[in-house]
C-alpha cells in the first residue's frame, strides 16, 4: 500500500513539473522590441573648411609661428613656356598633395616678367595688401636698383604665384606687404648661387616653405 501511495505521489509531482516548464510568462504589451537603426553615412559639416582652406590656414599659422610675415616658396620653373598650366605642374612635383590650396589658384600665372622661376607668395595675414613691381638699374649711371612699374596689386592677402628672373644673378620682381597699420616689408625673391635654395632675409621676415629633396641642407655664410 505505501509503494503504491508513493508511486502515484511520484506521478503527481512530475505532472506538476512538467506543466510549470511548459508555461510561457505573459508579454508586458508596454513593453517594444528596440528598433534597429539603418546605418547612415556622416553628413559632413557644411560649416568646416575644406582641405584647401585648411591648407592654407596651417600654411599661414606656420608662417606666424616662425616670426614672419610672408612665405615664400620655388615651385618649378616654366622653362620659356609662357602658356604654362601651373596646376599641372604642381600635380607633377607633388606641391598639390603637400599643399592643396594651391589648385584653387589660377592655372595662370598672376605676373610673369619673362623669367623662368616660379614663386608662390602667402602673406601670414589676410588683412594686409600686396604689390608687386618691375625692379631693376633704371639707368647705366644709376645707384642701384630700384622698383619700377607696377605689374600686380591686390587690396588683400590672397595668394598668388609668379614667374621671375630673367637673369640668375639678379632679382628683377619686387614684393610689397603692406599691413593695415601701415608698415610694410618689401621682398625680392631669388635662388641663392650657393646652394639653389630660396635666399631669404636674414631677419626672419620671410618664411620658406619651399619643399626641398629629402636629405638637403642649406649652405650658411660662416
Not at 608662390?120 to 589676410?126: G, N
Not at 619700377?148 to 620682381?173: F, K, Q
Amino acid at each position: 500500500m505505501k509503494q503504491t501511495l508513493c508511486a502515484l505521489l511520484s506521478a503527481l509531482l512530475l505532472l506538476t513539473l512538467t506543466a510549470c516548464g511548459g508555461k510561457k510568462p505573459a508579454e508586458d504589451p508596454s513593453v517594444q522590441p528596440p528598433v534597429e537603426q539603418p546605418d547612415t553615412p556622416d553628413t559632413p559639416d557644411p560649416l568646416a573648411p575644406s582641405e584647401a582652406e585648411q591648407s592654407l590656414a596651417d600654411l599661414r599659422e606656420t608662417i606666424r609661428a616662425a616670426g614672419a610675415v610672408l612665405g615664400c616658396a620655388y615651385l618649378g620653373a616654366t622653362y620659356g613656356n609662357d602658356a604654362l598650366d601651373l596646376h599641372a605642374l604642381l600635380e607633377d612635383n607633388g606641391y598639390a598633395a603637400r599643399y592643396p590650396f594651391l589648385l584653387d589658384l589660377p592655372s595662370k600665372l598672376a605676373v610673369s616678367t619673362g623669367g623662368w622661376d616660379i614663386y608662390c607668395i602667402v602673406p601670414a595675414d589676410e588683412d594686409v595688401s600686396i604689390t608687386v613691381n618691375e625692379f631693376g638699374w633704371p639707368s647705366w649711371d644709376a645707384e642701384g636698383p630700384v622698383a619700377g612699374e607696377v605689374l600686380w596689386e591686390s587690396g588683400s592677402g590672397t595668394p598668388l604665384c609668379i614667374a621671375a628672373n630673367v637673369s640668375d644673378i639678379m632679382p628683377d620682381t619686387q614684393i610689397t606687404v603692406t599691413a593695415a597699420d601701415g608698415t610694410a616689408i618689401i621682398y625680392q625673391p631669388f635662388l641663392s648661387l650657393r646652394d639653389g635654395s630660396l635666399a631669404v632675409p636674414e631677419d626672419g621676415t620671410v618664411y620658406d616653405f619651399t619643399v626641398y629633396p629629402e636629405g638637403f641642407v642649406r649652405e650658411t655664410t660662416a
